[in-house]
Each structure stands twice: as C-alpha cells, then as structure tokens.
C-alpha cells in the first residue's frame, strides 16, 4: 500500500539533530504539560503564556527533528491510487477528476456536464474513518481505558490517523497519502505572524488552539510511553510534536458527524474523495443515506466539463475559516464579528428587563455579532437593544396589560419600534460601541491595505491581515448604519411622525415572515458557542456532542475542535434516509463541505 520511510523534517531550524536521553524528553513533556495545565493567565498575560508554551515546544520540535514518519513522493502522486480505491470499494468515480485549481489548491474538476441537483458523487461507509472503526483498531484498548478519547472523538480521530498512518498494511493508506503534508491553520503559523492577528477577536481563540493543543500533546505523549494498553500502538518510537500538529489539522479541517450504521446516534469521520471538495456561497447539497450507507452529495450548481465543483462549508465567519480551516474567504457573504453586550446587575431597571428579556427567550448578559449585511445585526441583536435602552414606562408596557405578552413578538420586528427615542438611543449605541471597539487595533484599515500591497507577505500573514481587516470593515459598516438609523429616526421624531402600532391582527404577520419570526420562539444565534471546555486530565465530563444521540447527525470541519473549545452546537434534526450533511456553526444553521487545501 506504499512504502514508508523516515524523512528529516526541516520545519525545527537548521542543524544536527543532537541524541536525546527518553528522561531528557520526558521531562521536557512533563514541564510543557504542567505549564499548559496551569491556571488560565491574568487579562492581558495571554499572549505572554503563548510565548513561553511556544519556547518550550519549540525546543521539543527541535529535539524531535528528523523523528516524523512521512511518504516517499508528493501528495499528488498518490490520486491515482486514491480514485482506484475508492472505486474498488463501489464510490463514485465517474464525472470528476482531482485537480489543481492554484490558490485554492486540489479540488474536484467535472470531467462532464453535471446538471444542478444531480447526484455525481457518493461514499460508502467502508471506506471512512470514524470513532468506531478506531474502537475496533489497535488504538481501541487504549480508548476503553482513557477518558479522553472518551470524551473527545475528534482527539481519538487524530491519533487513529497517526496509527493507520503508521501501519503498512492499513486500508485507509491510499487515503492518508492523499493529505497534505502540512496546513495554513494557526498552528502553523510562525510567532511573528500571530502576532497580526494581536487585538483582533480571534486572537483568543488561536491562542488557546495552540495551548490545548500542545497539553493534548504532552498528555498524550505521557500515555503513550506509560500506559500498559498503550504498548501496542505504532507511536511509541515516533510521536512528535509536528505528528500530533498534522493530525489535528487534518481532523480539524475535515472531521464530519454522521450516523452511526444502526441510526440510533451519531459519530466522528473523515469521508476520503468527498473533502477534496472546495467551498464557495450556496446551500447544502450534501446528505446521508442511511438505507444505502453512504455519504451522497448532489450537484450545487450546473457544472460545464473542466469547471471547479464546489460545495457550501456553511455560514462560518472568517475567523472561523481562519483558525479552523486555515483560508480565509474573500467573499463571505456570513462574515461577523463578536460583541459582548449585558445589562448591568446595578441598573435599577436591571429586574425589570431581564424579565422582558427572558419572556423573549434572550440572556440578560450574551455574546451576539455584528454582520457584515445590511442591516448589521439580527432580531435578536435588535430585540435586546431595544429592552435595553427602554425607560422603566417602557418596560411596563411589555411586562403587564392585556397585551404584553403579544408585543414580546415585536421585540426583532422593525417594522414596529418601542419610541423613536427608543430607536435613537439603541442606534447611538451601537454606533457609539462599534466605534470603541474600531479604536482597540493597533492598525488603521488605511494602514492594512498598505500592507496587503507588500510582494514578500508571507501566505499565513496575508491570511492574518486580511481577517484584522475584514473585523475592522464589519465595524466600520455598523458605525455608518447607526449613524444613518440615528438620523432617520431623529428625524422622525421632529417631523412628529406617528409611531406604528402594533395589533392583533399582525400576529399572522410576524409569523409567516422568517425575519419577523417572534424571537421567543427562536434560539439565540449569535450566543457564544465557543465555551472554553479547559481539558481538566483528573476530571474529564464527555464531549454532549458526541455522545448525545439526539444531536443532528452530520458536520463537516468542525464539531468539537482539538483545541479543546467546545466548537458549535449541532442541530436537532433526525437522521435518516438523504438527512442533510450539516458542520457546527455558532449560528446553527445545516451546513457542509471541507476546507480549502490553501494550495497544499
């Protein structure tokens, strides 16, 4: 199945690889994985915490230099291979080809005319790797004893990855020598070029990728060497850092949810063939057929012979593309940034608007976004604005009277304000606030698109400042539209215009118009969803997204991320027979596809 060879990797600088004694690595893991481990940093002293846990990976890099296993050849050489096995265990393999589409790197090419809606590409069960075809591996009596595989699929997926990788005889090789040798994710980026990304709101995120990442590892490490059940696995001469780097990567940018064979819950996988696909604006076409046990995916759009086919990722942010996919995506039409609002416990009113806001299904205190659309923000961002900014006569009239609870549904609706003073101080706000927030980069937008002109930026700086620079246009939008809603209603109020009143007859109204739905019958998209999930190794609580059977079945690239953040909820809807691919999204939404390869 291809032969295997030690390769010197060049990635830890340059030099002779000096001998390391197993206690001096060791110790070296032990240290790593206590100062990973500790407690979080004061405000302000993450980015120091990332700078010392990066010396002390880098000196285990650099002691582990020349120890990776990798192929012989270039990915490219293995397609063949790959195609002649998928078709071999009954995938589809007629219309497409793999091909090289330059930035966006390999995809799928129609060999054909496709039609929209026609089903060109299919993936049987066999050949994918989930959670349990681990179970059932060489990993799998490590896995009955650790709780953290237990816990975390996507942690068992990657070290599944490595030990199939290992194996010569391994039935998923063809596939395994068809990844790329490396990734434009933030783990690979170099310290100077994490350090764009400083003031930004995903600079969080990224550092605590790199920090859970690197306690996985060492954790990981431990056991592997200690653990009696660990004695078998093909990674007890080779498990470096830069292994373990790939492997996450790997499940990261391409892990999907999909049922188990019997349907009663769901499972981790990665589906050979099917993510070479490439991402692009659209909607989902991609399901699992349960009655024939495959993976199906349908047509987007008419394809002409030679054209790229694309499937839709779903309506992540750019930040999201960023740091768990590794491009960024230059015509996001679900960009967003995060913005933290509440209302203060000491506000006198504070009792009488967590009660509006509660009847309208939203917290008191909630990360929402601002989008890059127009308007910037949702019915529920508006909704809380407008509890927010009442006077206490106002919340009165959403609290008791006849007709209280039916206003609740007008809550998201623009059609119906609470005042025009209501409508000028929630715009004012806003634009007040994202103009705060413009204010915390260290660079101007200006400043930005100056630098984007430079030849010699590196790829993974471009991607950094691009995303710096698409959070700063998102808030700059939102400034503009506050100031031009604060001026209309302004206006509003002194021209004397009648205010529209909400009435009984209007419910139809609010229900059949999706943005108009009454918010408290919707979830709250924009809550946070990226709850820190910080791995305590003497405690572990399991992975709900894993575990629990009555989550939505399938996903791609996200679900729960290696880093150890608990990425985004899936969806409720059963599983069955042509049931939708969907990935985690903070906004709930079904969703699909597979990053982009970034040229890899």
């Known amino acids: ?142 896995y009955s004893q650790d709780r953290i595989l237990q816990a975390m699929g996507n942690v068992t997926l990657a070290l599944h990855l490595l030990c199939e990788r290992a194996n010569p005889s391994s039935p998923w090789l063809p596939y395994i020598k068809t990844l790329p040798a490396d990734y434009d994710t933030p783990l690979y980026f170099e310290e100077e070029e994490v350090r764009h990304l400083l003031a930004t709101q995903a600079i969080q995120d990224v550092l605590s990728q790199y920090k859970n990442t690197a306690r996985q590892y060492a954790y990981f490490y431990k056991v592997i060497h200690t653990h009696p059940n660990a004695s078998k696995l093909p990674l007890k001469d080779a498990f470096t850092f830069d292994d373990y780097r790939w492997a996450v990567s790997s499940v990261m940018t391409r892990q999907n949810q999909i049922p188990t064979a019997d ?38 759009k008419d394809y002409k012979e030679g054209e790229q ?20 995506f230059e015509d996001n039409a679900h960009d967003r940034v995060k913005i933290k609002l509440g209302v203060s416990k000491s506000e006198r009113l504070y009792a009488m608007k967590a009660e509006v806001l509660a009847r309208a299904g939203i917290p008191a205190s909630s990360i929402f976004a601002l989008h890059c659309s127009e308007p910037p923000i949702s019915a529920q961002l508006l909704a809380f604005l407008r509890v927010f900014c ?74 950094a400042i691009k995303l710096r620079l698409a959070e700063k246009e998102i808030l700059e939008r939102a400034v503009s539209c506050g100031q031009a809603k604060r001026l209309h209603f302004q206006k509003q109020l002194d021209e004397g215009a009648p205010l529209p009143l909400y009435e009984e007859s209007d419910i139809a109204l609010l229900e059949n118009a999706d943005a108009k739905l009454p918010i408290i019958l919707r979830k709250l998209e924009e809550e946070d ?20 059977s009555s989550k939505s079945p399938v996903l791609n690239g996200q679900c729960k991320d290696l880093n150890g953040t608990q990425e985004d909820p899936p969806g409720s809807d059963a599983v069955g027979k042509g049931c939708e691919v969907e990935k985690h999204d903070p906004s709930t939404k079904r969703t699909e596809g597979e990053p982009k390869d970034g040229g890899k």
């Not at 820190?532 to 997204?545: G, R, S, T, V, Y």
């Open 529 to 548: 969803e990226h709850v820190q999930e910080e791995m305590n190794l003497a405690e572990i609580k399991p992975d709900a997204a894993c575990l629990d």
């Open 390 to 463: 009442m006077t206490e006569e106002e919340l009165r009239d959403y609290l008791v009277g006849d007709h209280a609870i039916n206003k609740i549904f007008t809550l998201g609706n623009t059609e119906f304000p609470v005042s025009w003073e209501n409508e000028i101080k929630l715009w004012t706000f806003l634009e007040t606030r994202a103009a705060l927030l413009l204010k915390t980069y260290k660079t101007t937008s200006e400043e930005d698109r100056s630098m984007l002109e430079k030849p010699d930026l590196s790829l993974h700086s471009r991607i």
């Open 309 to 328: 086919i694309y499937i839709f990722y779903g309506t992540r942010s750019n930040a999201e593309f960023v740091i768990h996919n590794g491009f960024f």
């Open 1 to 142: 199945m291809g032969k295997k060879s030690r390769v010197k990797t060049q990635k830890s600088g340059t030099g002779a690889t000096a001998a390391v004694s197993p206690k001096e690595m060791m110790n070296l893991i032990s240290e790593l994985l206590q100062k990973c481990s500790s407690a979080a940093p004061s405000p302000g002293k993450e980015w120091e915490e990332y700078v010392q846990i990066r010396a002390l990976v880098e000196k285990i890099r650099k002691k582990q230099k020349g120890m990776s296993v990798s192929f012989e050849g270039i990915r490219e050489d293995f397609f063949s291979e790959l195609m002649a096995w998928a078709a071999e265990c009954g995938a589809s393999c007629d219309g497409f080809e793999i091909s090289n589409f330059a930035d966006e790197g390999y995809g799928l090419k129609a060999t054909k005319d496709i039609k929209a809606e026609e089903l060109f590409l299919w993936i049987p069960r066999k050949m994918l790797m989930t959670v349990e075809s681990a179970k059932n591996s060489v990993l799998g009596p490590l």
């Open 263 to 300: 349907g009663s819950r769901v499972t981790l996988a990665l589906i050979p063939l099917w993510d070479m696909c490439n991402h692009t604006n659209g909607l989902i076409t991609t399901g699992y057929n349960l009655e024939d046990d495959r993976c199906e995916c349908v047509a987007l």
